[in-house]
């Protein structure tokens, strides 16, 4: 498998424009990341955790090694970004992605540019096998995609410096498309590749898609169909794939001065990206909805709990309050009762006034009553008694008042009256606008 030549910059003139399905994309991303009223902010504000979508899909290519891998790669770009050949090239994982400048990353700052994929730090020895490299193609829908171009996979003595399985395994799980590739000149059976494949189609069976790569290196038809035949059988062999209806398209880089009569479906590989493509945009746009509708929920959630907690702490404020009262006003009216139980009517009208003087004489009154119904030998223990309930009223009312609720302060009901405003107003409005706009493409594309 040859790529095209080489070039060092693919179209400089094309180099700003950006496709319909790009441009969403991106405008989706801003929508998310913005500085200043980004959602994902917006959520962090509200305790809510939201991601930022992908401005590409990521699509991870697997196989043995000089199964076409990196050649694929190299054709959709239509540059020579991956070596190629029949040695195992790839001993580690490349990604592969179009930018405004041609640029090699190592592992640290290729987690810099994807910083989703960090968990990989978690398999040991990846780091020194992890790089990037950025082409300024734009090329097919090549500036929508970010492939991964993944270790070739061998049996035998063939030692990796990590643990290549399962690292394979969790970036298919994180990728849209899997494809793999079979070589029908090399490993085609490749015992490995079978055992990732069987794992990865536990949890993301449908994102896998199966190629017979080379396909014009593997002689007559009878050739081919006679390798088809031994990997599909192999592979129903396996309980994990074992389902009727396998397709294996067979593909192999067009190459003009070497002409095949083998059917090429490699257009098919790029259909299929381009579609996933058009999926991830609608994704993009109905996850744009559910997040704006969860902020905007939550915001009604939160008024609406604030409303509760603010008529809630009333309540708790006017029972600290009764109970403190009565903790206090009941011992200080027993200890007046005695103080003014000596002091004569005349001496109280003069002192406090007629009026005031007769209500302290009642009150005074029917407490020195109630003392007097008590048997001596018991007053002592009605004072610890009396003592004991107006502790409890005291402890009451600090329990009641350490029992309210936090509520919203002006400054931040009226901020989320205007992240509630931005997003129906402004976010939802785009939003409606975007998708508008991305049907009527797909309607001047097909000529619906």
């Given at each position: 498998?040859?790529?095209?030549?080489?070039?060092?910059?693919?179209?400089?003139?094309?180099?700003?424009?950006?496709?319909?399905?790009?441009?969403?994309?991106?405008?989706?991303?801003s929508?998310?990341?913005?500085?200043?009223?980004?959602?994902?902010?917006?959520a962090?504000?509200?305790?809510?955790?939201?991601?930022?979508?992908r401005?590409?899909?990521?699509v991870?290519?697997?196989?043995?090694?000089?199964?076409?891998?990196?050649?694929?790669?190299?054709?959709?770009?239509?540059?020579?970004?991956?070596k190629?050949?029949v040695?195992?090239?790839?001993?580690?994982?490349?990604?592969?992605?179009?930018?405004?400048k041609?640029?090699?990353?190592?592992?640290?700052?290729t987690?810099?540019?994807?910083?989703?994929?960090?968990?990989?730090?978690?398999?040991?020895?990846v780091?020194?096998?992890?790089?990037?490299?950025?082409?300024?193609?734009?090329?097919?829908?090549?500036?929508?995609?970010?492939?991964?171009?993944?270790?070739?996979?061998?049996?035998?003595?063939?030692?990796?410096?990590?643990?290549?399985?399962?690292?394979?395994?969790?970036?298919?799980?994180?990728?849209?498309?899997?494809?793999v590739?079979?070589?029908?000149?090399?490993?085609?059976?490749?015992?490995r590749?079978l055992?990732?494949?069987?794992?990865?189609?536990?949890?993301?069976?449908?994102?896998l898609?199966?190629?017979l790569s080379?396909?014009?290196?593997?002689?007559?038809?009878t050739?081919?169909?006679?390798?088809?035949?031994q990997?599909?059988?192999?592979?129903?062999?396996?309980?994990?794939?074992?389902?009727?209806?396998?397709?294996?398209?067979?593909?192999?880089?067009?190459?003009?001065?070497?002409?095949?009569?083998?059917v090429?479906?490699?257009?098919?590989?790029?259909?299929?990206?381009?579609?996933t493509?058009?999926?991830?945009?609608?994704k993009?746009?109905?996850?744009?909805?559910?997040?704006?509708?969860l902020?905007?929920?939550?915001?009604?959630s939160?008024?609406?709990?604030?409303?509760?907690?603010?008529?809630?702490?009333?309540?708790?404020?006017?029972?600290?309050?009764?109970?403190?009262?009565?903790?206090?006003?009941?011992p200080?009216?027993?200890i007046?009762?005695?103080?003014?139980?000596?002091?004569?009517?005349?001496?109280?009208?003069?002192?406090?006034g007629?009026g005031?003087?007769?209500?302290?004489?009642?009150?005074?009154?029917i407490?020195?009553?109630?003392?007097?119904?008590?048997?001596?030998?018991?007053?002592?223990v009605?004072v610890?008694?009396f003592?004991?309930?107006?502790?409890?009223?005291?402890f009451?009312?600090?329990?009641?008042?350490g029992?309210?609720?936090?509520?919203?302060?002006?400054?931040?009901?009226?901020t989320?009256?205007e992240?509630?405003?931005?997003?129906?107003?402004?976010?939802?409005?785009?939003?409606?606008?975007?998708y508008?706009?991305?049907?009527?493409?797909c309607?001047?594309e097909?000529?619906?």
């Amino acid at each position: 498998m040859s790529g095209r030549k080489p070039r060092s910059v693919a179209n400089p003139l094309e180099s700003a424009i950006t496709t319909p399905s790009e441009r969403i994309l991106k405008e989706c991303h801003s929508l998310y990341v913005d500085s200043e009223h980004g959602l994902v902010k917006i959520a962090s504000s509200l305790g809510v955790r939201l991601l930022p979508p992908r401005k590409k899909i990521i699509v991870m290519i697997m196989g043995n090694h000089s199964a076409g891998k990196s050649s694929f790669i190299n054709w959709y770009a239509e540059e020579h970004i991956q070596k190629t050949g029949v040695a195992i090239e790839t001993q580690g994982f490349t990604f592969i992605t179009s930018g405004r400048k041609r640029e090699s990353l190592t592992g640290n700052a290729t987690l810099h540019l994807y910083p989703h994929f960090r968990p990989l730090l978690e398999f040991k020895g990846v780091m020194d096998y992890l790089s990037a490299e950025i082409s300024t193609s734009k090329q097919k829908k090549f500036s929508l995609v970010t492939f991964v171009d993944t270790p070739g996979l061998v049996d035998g003595d063939m030692i990796y410096p990590f643990d290549v399985n399962s690292a394979i395994t969790w970036l298919g799980e994180q990728s849209d498309l899997i494809f793999v590739f079979f070589d029908p000149m090399g490993q085609a059976l490749c015992k490995r590749t079978l055992n990732i494949v069987e794992k990865l189609s536990e949890k993301c069976g449908d994102k896998l898609l199966f190629y017979l790569s080379k396909a014009d290196e593997a002689g007559k038809e009878t050739d081919r169909q006679r390798v088809m035949m031994q990997i599909v059988q192999e592979l129903c062999r396996r309980p994990g794939l074992n389902k009727c209806g396998f397709e294996m398209p067979t593909i192999y880089i067009p190459n003009p001065q070497k002409p095949s009569r083998c059917v090429n479906q490699i257009d098919g590989v790029c259909q299929t990206i381009e579609k996933t493509i058009n999926q991830a945009v609608q994704k993009t746009l109905d996850q744009l909805e559910k997040d704006c509708d969860l902020i905007c929920s939550t915001i009604s959630s939160r008024l609406q709990q604030d409303r509760a907690n603010v008529i809630y702490n009333k309540s708790v404020r006017l029972h600290s309050f009764l109970c403190g009262a009565l903790g206090i006003f009941l011992p200080l009216l027993f200890i007046l009762s005695f103080i003014v139980n000596t002091f004569s009517k005349e001496q109280l009208d003069e002192l406090l006034g007629e009026g005031p003087a007769r209500t302290v004489n009642v009150s005074a009154g029917i407490v020195m009553y109630l003392w007097d119904w008590i048997p001596e030998d018991g007053q002592v223990v009605f004072v610890i008694g009396f003592g004991a309930f107006c502790y409890l009223l005291l402890f009451l009312a600090k329990y009641f008042a350490g029992r309210s609720n936090k509520t919203l302060t002006k400054k931040e009901k009226r901020t989320m009256g205007e992240y509630s405003d931005y997003i129906q107003d402004i976010v939802k409005a785009k939003k409606g606008k975007l998708y508008e706009w991305y049907l009527q493409q797909c309607a001047a594309e097909y000529d619906l």
